[in-house]
């Protein structure tokens, strides 16, 4: 049936990109799917995605940058099927201003979607885990960044600074607390990126697929994994070697 079968498995940011993909291998793995979403058309076509090959899914939408939104789907999820295995914290935005001319919201907004949510999330879930495994999006944007995304910079810096104390507090045997860094992978993120189009920020190289850092997630994900905690698997295609 696959690595995650049974298991109960919460993904952030799953009705598009990197989240989509990693819902549904989740799921053809024999995961059970817990999949957030703002888009409800998207969730109601990953669900049916999910269900044509008999997997298990409940789609749930909600704002990650909402607190109450959180406390909602943990709920509802433990609700369904009593326990949480994974977590998932795949949801992102950016912003493409200069910090001098940035309104103080739009940082709070970053940050609080970017960073506070993976914080709220392991608060709700981590007590409801047993050989558990966390795993968080980064972005090689924490070791390399360029002009007018510093909150999204300051954020991926800060979710692995996040991962690497989280471990220290978590015995590994409740949970492994790992990150995946991707580099330019095709999403609609990248493709919207005006950073991208004015040619500010160069893609050079390899550009990864949604499937690829699903992948990467799956495994970190995995018992196939056990030995890894507390650290970032950059998976870039080499464009932190060319910076």
Same mark, same amino acid.
């Given at each position: 049936?696959?690595? %995650? #079968?049974? #298991?109960?498995? %919460? ?47 409940? %789609? ?15 709920? &509802?999820?433990?609700?369904?099927? #009593? ?53 968080? $999006? ?29 471990? /220290? ?27 991208? #189009?004015?040619?500010? @920020? &160069?893609?050079?190289? &390899? $550009?990864?697929?949604?499937? @690829? ?5 799956? %495994? /970190? ?12 698997? $950059? ?9």
């Amino acid at each position: 049936m696959g690595r %995650f #079968k049974d #298991k109960v498995c %919460f993904v952030t940011g799953a009705t598009s990109g990197i989240g989509r993909a990693t819902a549904l291998q989740l799921a053809r793995e024999g995961g059970r799917v817990v999949a957030l979403g703002r888009d409800v058309a998207e969730g109601k076509s990953l669900t049916d995605e999910i269900k044509k090959t008999r997997g298990k899914v409940l %789609f749930i939408r909600a704002d990650v940058g909402v607190d109450a939104d959180l406390v909602a789907a943990v709920a &509802q999820a433990l609700a369904k099927w #009593k326990r949480i295995d994974v977590l998932v914290n795949d949801a992102a935005i950016m912003t493409f201003k200069p910090i001098l001319k940035m309104d103080p919201a739009d940082w709070d907004l970053v940050l609080n979607v970017n960073l506070r949510a993976l914080f709220r999330l392991c608060q709700l879930c981590l007590p409801h885990m047993k050989g558990g495994a966390v795993v968080a $999006v980064s972005s090689v944007h924490a070791f390399q960044t360029t002009p007018n995304v510093v909150p999204y910079a300051a954020s991926k810096g800060g979710t692995e600074a996040f991962v690497r104390g989280l471990s /220290l507090e978590i015995p590994h045997t409740h949970a492994r607390i790992n990150a995946v860094a991707p580099g330019a992978v095709d999403t609609p993120m990248l493709r919207n990126n005006p950073n991208i #189009k004015n040619g500010t @920020e &160069q893609v050079t190289g &390899q $550009v990864g697929t949604p499937d @690829e850092l699903a992948a990467a997630i799956c %495994f /970190l994900a995995s018992d196939e994994a056990n030995f890894i905690n507390g650290t970032t698997l $950059v998976v870039d295609g080499g464009r932190l070697a060319q910076l």
